[in-house]
C-alpha cells in the first residue's frame, strides 16, 4: 500500500513544488527530477505488484471527506467561473453533480462499504506503465519546447510554473483512475483531470484559447453529470460503489441504465462524435498539451472505462449502441483526416479515429477484441506522443507544422525527420503495432458476425493508409534539401524523442510478451476462462521478421566508402534535371523549381461537410440508446 500511495502522492507533491518554484533553473530542474522519479515509481510499483496483483481497502481514515471538501472546493471554482464567463450551464453543470454527490454522500450512503478501494491488475499494470512513462517524457520534453515556445510567442505571458505543476497534477489523478476500485475514488480523479484539461488548454489567455478550454469543460462537465448519476444509481439500487463487483452482475435491464451512464461520461472524455469538439479545440493549447490530452492521459481514460466495463457490453443494446457509436467516429474522423494539411490537426482527427477503434473493439465484448483494445492503447500512446512532440519540435525548426513543408525537415534536422517517420510507420505500416492489432480487431469482428462495423473497419482503415502515406511521402522526397536551419533540438526535446521512437520499434518486438504475461492472464480473470490468443505463433514469428527485415534493409543504402555513388543519381522530374535535384528545365528551356504536392479532397472529406451530419447521426445513435433502455425497462 506505500508504494501505491506513494505513485499517487509524489506527482502532486512535485506539482505542488514546480508551482512554488519560480526560478527558472531551479524550476526546469525541478521537473526533469520529478519526472525521472515518476517514471522509477511507475517501474518499481509494478514490478513489486504484477506477478500477484493486489487489492486493498482505504488504509487513510476521512479521506472520504477530504475528497468531498476537495469537491465543493473546485465546483465553487467552476460555477463562479462560468458565471463570470456568462457560460451557464458550465455553472448549472457543476452545481447539479456536485449537489447530487453530497446528497448521496450525507443522506444515502449510510450502510454502504467499499472493501476493495484499489485494485491493482495486470491491466492496471499496463495503464500505469503508459501513463508513468510516457507522461514522465512529456514533461521532460516540455522543459526544452517551453523556452522555445516563449522565444517564438513573446506576446503569451509566461506562466510555466503553473503549466508544468498542472502536467504533474495531471498525473496524480490519471493514477488515481486506473487504481480506483472505489467509483466515489474515480469519479474524483475523474473531475480533476476535467479541471486540468481546462487549465492547460487555456494556457496561452487568447479569446479562442479560452473559448476553446470553455468548450472542453461543458462538455466533460456534462460526462461528469453522467457518472455522479450513474453512481448514485448503482448506490441506492445495488448497495455497492465496487466497480469490480458492478461488471460481475447479470447484464438486466435495470443494470444497464448505469452502463449506459457510465459509457456516456467514457464517450465524453474519449471525444468521441458527437462529443469530439473538445480535443479538437484543444490544438491551441503548446505541444506537451496535445501530446499528454491525446496518447497518455486524458483520452485514454474514456477508452479504459469502456474496457472495464466490456464484460456488461458486447451483445446487449448498450454494448451495440458504444460500439456503433465509436464505429461512425472511426469512420468519418479518419475521411476528415485526409483534408487536413496542419500536421497537429492529422494528429487530432486520427487520434479521434484511433480512439473510436478501441471503443468498438472494447465494446464488442470478446476477448479477441478486447485484446485488441489494450495492445492499440499501448501502441497508440507511443507511436501518437511521439509524433504530437516531433511536430511540436519541427515546428520550432521549420517555421510552421504544414505536412506541405515538411520536405524541409530532412534538410533541416535528418534525426528529428527519421524518429517523425517512425512515429508515423508505427501507426500505419506492416508489422508495426497498430497494423497488428487492426488486424486482430478485424479478425474478432469477423468472428462475432458483426457485418456493419467490419464494413466500417475497412474503409476507416484505407483512409487511414491515405493520409498517413502522404505525410510520410513529403519527408523522404527531399525536395527541399537545401533548406537549413541553425535551430537545434536541445536535450530535454531530444531525449524524450530518442526514446519514444526506441519505445515505439521496442513494443513491436515484445507484444507477443505482452500478450503471454499480461493480456492472456487479464481476460482469463475477467472471462473466467482460458484465454483465446488470437495470432498464431506462426503469424507472431512472420511478424517479427517482417519488422527485422524493415529495420536491417535501410542499412544496405548506407555508403561503405568515402566514394560511394549510390545515393547520387540525379532525381527524375518533369523535365530534365539542372543537376541540383530542386530544379529542371522545363518548355523553352526555362529554369523551373520542382514542387510536390497533396491532394486534400476538401470537396469530399472537408471537416466543414462531414461535422454536422455525423454529430446528427452519433446522436440519434444515442437517442436509439436511450428508446431501447426504456423498453427493456417496459
Not at 524550476?27 to 517501474?43: E, F, H
Not at 462537465?221 to 455522479?228: H, I, P, T
Not at 560511394?564 to 534535371?577: F, H, L, Q, S, T
Request: net charge positive; with cysteine; hydrophobic share 55%.
Amino acid at each position: 500500500m506505500v508504494a501505491i500511495n506513494v505513485l499517487l502522492l509524489f506527482p502532486l507533491a512535485a506539482a505542488l513544488a514546480i508551482f512554488l518554484v519560480k526560478n527558472d533553473a531551479a524550476r526546469s530542474m525541478l521537473v526533469r527530477i520529478g519526472a525521472v522519479i515518476t517514471a522509477l515509481l511507475t517501474l518499481v510499483v509494478v514490478g513489486i505488484f504484477f506477478k500477484d496483483g493486489v487489492r486493498l481497502s482505504s488504509s487513510i481514515e476521512g479521506i472520504d471527506f477530504i475528497i468531498v471538501a476537495v469537491e465543493v472546493i473546485i465546483a465553487a471554482y467552476i460555477i463562479t467561473l462560468g458565471i463570470r464567463s456568462k457560460k451557464y450551464v458550465i455553472s448549472i453543470f457543476s452545481f447539479l453533480q456536485t449537489a447530487a454527490m453530497l446528497v448521496f454522500e450525507f443522506g444515502f450512503k449510510e450502510g454502504i462499504t467499499v472493501e476493495t478501494a484499489i485494485v491493482f491488475d495486470k491491466l492496471t499494470a499496463i495503464m500505469i506503465l503508459v501513463i508513468g512513462l510516457v507522461g514522465s517524457l512529456i514533461c521532460i520534453y516540455a522543459v526544452g519546447y517551453m523556452k522555445d515556445y516563449h522565444n517564438h510567442h513573446k506576446e503569451y505571458k509566461e506562466r510555466k510554473s503553473f503549466f508544468f505543476s498542472i502536467l504533474f497534477l495531471f498525473l496524480s489523478a490519471m493514477f488515481g483512475i486506473v487504481l480506483s476500485n472505489n467509483l466515489m475514488w474515480m469519479y474524483f480523479c475523474w473531475e480533476i483531470t476535467t479541471l486540468c484539461s481546462f487549465l492547460l488548454i487555456g494556457y496561452t489567455q487568447t479569446e479562442e484559447a479560452k473559448n476553446n478550454a470553455l468548450k472542453a469543460l461543458v462538455i466533460n462537465l456534462g460526462g461528469g453529470v453522467a457518472f455522479a448519476a450513474a453512481i448514485i444509481f448503482i448506490g441506492m439500487n445495488y448497495h455497492t460503489l465496487e466497480l469490480s463487483v458492478l461488471i460481475q452482475m447479470k447484464p438486466d435491464a435495470v443494470l444497464m441504465i448505469p452502463v449506459f451512464l457510465l459509457s456516456i461520461a467514457a464517450l465524453t472524455k474519449s471525444a468521441q462524435l458527437p462529443f469530439s469538439s473538445w480535443l479538437l479545440g484543444a490544438m491551441v493549447a503548446p505541444t506537451p498539451t496535445s501530446a499528454l490530452l491525446h496518447s497518455a492521459t486524458m483520452v485514454k481514460a474514456g477508452v479504459y472505462m469502456i474496457i472495464r466495463l466490456a464484460p456488461l457490453l458486447g451483445p446487449t443494446s448498450v454494448g451495440r449502441i458504444v460500439t456503433l457509436g465509436g464505429g461512425v467516429t472511426f469512420l468519418v474522423c479518419s475521411l476528415m483526416a485526409i483534408s487536413q494539411s496542419d500536421a497537429k490537426k492529422i494528429l487530432a482527427y486520427s487520434t479521434l479515429a484511433n480512439l473510436g477503434l478501441i471503443v468498438i473493439c472494447a465494446s464488442a465484448g470478446t476477448q479477441e477484441s478486447l485484446w485488441a483494445a489494450i495492445l492499440l492503447i499501448i501502441f497508440h500512446a507511443v507511436s501518437k506522443s511521439l509524433l504530437f512532440i516531433s511536430v511540436g519540435s519541427a515546428e520550432h525548426q521549420i517555421g510552421n507544422r504544414n505536412v506541405e513543408n515538411m520536405d524541409l525537415l530532412m534538410g533541416v534536422s535528418r534525426k528529428l525527420a527519421f524518429y517523425m517517420m517512425i512515429g508515423i510507420a508505427g501507426m500505419f505500416l506492416a508489422p508495426f503495432g497498430m497494423l497488428v492489432s487492426k488486424w486482430v480487431a478485424m479478425k474478432a469482428l469477423i468472428d462475432s458476425k458483426n457485418v456493419i462495423i467490419v464494413i466500417i473497419l475497412a474503409y476507416g482503415s484505407a483512409a487511414t493508409l491515405f493520409y498517413w502515406a502522404k505525410w510520410m511521402g513529403k519527408l523522404v522526397s527531399k525536395v527541399n534539401m537545401g533548406h537549413k536551419n541553425h535551430h537545434e533540438l536541445s536535450l530535454d526535446e531530444e531525449l524524450p524523442i530518442t526514446i519514444l521512437a526506441f519505445l515505439v520499434v521496442i513494443s513491436c518486438f515484445t507484444f507477443p510478451l505482452v500478450s503471454r504475461f499480461a493480456l492472456e492472464p487479464y481476460l482469463t480473470e475477467v472471462y473466467k476462462q482460458t484465454a483465446l490468443i488470437p495470432i498464431e505463433t506462426s503469424d507472431i514469428k512472420l511478424m517479427l521478421c517482417m519488422l527485422s527485415m524493415l529495420i536491417l534493409l535501410p542499412i544496405s543504402f548506407i555508403p561503405v566508402y568515402k566514394n560511394d555513388k549510390r545515393r547520387k543519381v540525379p532525381i527524375y522530374m518533369a523535365g530534365e534535371n539542372t543537376g541540383d535535384n530542386q530544379t529542371f528545365y522545363g518548355a523553352m528551356g526555362v529554369k523551373q523549381k520542382v514542387e510536390m504536392r497533396n491532394w486534400y479532397m476538401e470537396e469530399f472529406f472537408g471537416a466543414d461537410k462531414l461535422t454536422f451530419l455525423s454529430n446528427v447521426l452519433c446522436t440519434a445513435i444515442l437517442v436509439m440508446g436511450i428508446i431501447l433502455l426504456i423498453g427493456g425497462l417496459a
